[in-house]
């Protein structure tokens, strides 16, 4: 924050010394765009907005039956011995669609069921 606050004071005294704002904010190391984010209509400093967004749920995000069901299929003893890269094409070659293989081992992951050393 007071890193910011100095860039922006620099670049206000070298616009109100004549210099355009876009090259000083790229002397700052910003792009004008950043700049603008940064500051109100009144050159007031904004702080920063990302820890308040509004971040939805994405809409295909997994229900917990769909990971319920990646967990009993991982777990059950015809597919225990196996890794996810192996799971997902041999479901697949049954005609069985879950998730995806990326997301088999996320959710391996989350759960604290993958192994990562061989």
């Given at each position: 924050?007071?890193?910011?606050?100095?860039?922006?004071?620099?670049?206000?005294?070298?616009?109100t010394a004549?210099a355009r704002?876009?090259?000083?904010?790229?002397?700052?190391?910003?792009?004008?765009?950043?700049y603008?984010?940064?500051t109100?209509?009144?050159?007031?400093?904004?702080g920063?907005?990302?820890p308040?967004?509004d971040?939805p749920?994405p809409?295909?995000k997994l229900?917990?039956?769909?990971?319920e069901s990646?967990l009993?299929?991982?777990?059950?003893?015809e597919y225990a011995?196996?890794?996810?890269?192996?799971?997902?094409p041999s479901l697949l070659d049954?005609?069985?669609?879950?998730a995806?293989?990326?997301?088999?081992?996320?959710?391996?992951?989350?759960?604290?069921q993958?192994s990562t050393?061989?």
């Amino acid at each position: 924050m007071l890193e910011r606050r100095k860039l922006l004071a620099l670049i206000d005294n070298a616009f109100t010394a004549g210099a355009r704002k876009k090259l000083a904010c790229t002397e700052a190391g910003i792009s004008l765009r950043t700049y603008q984010r940064w500051t109100t209509k009144d050159a007031l400093m904004v702080g920063d907005k990302r820890p308040v967004a509004d971040r939805p749920e994405p809409k295909n995000k997994l229900t917990q039956a769909e990971r319920e069901s990646i967990l009993e299929i991982c777990n059950s003893a015809e597919y225990a011995s196996l890794p996810p890269s192996q799971i997902v094409p041999s479901l697949l070659d049954d005609g069985v669609y879950i998730a995806s293989l990326s997301t088999f081992y996320r959710t391996l992951k989350q759960v604290g069921q993958l192994s990562t050393h061989a």
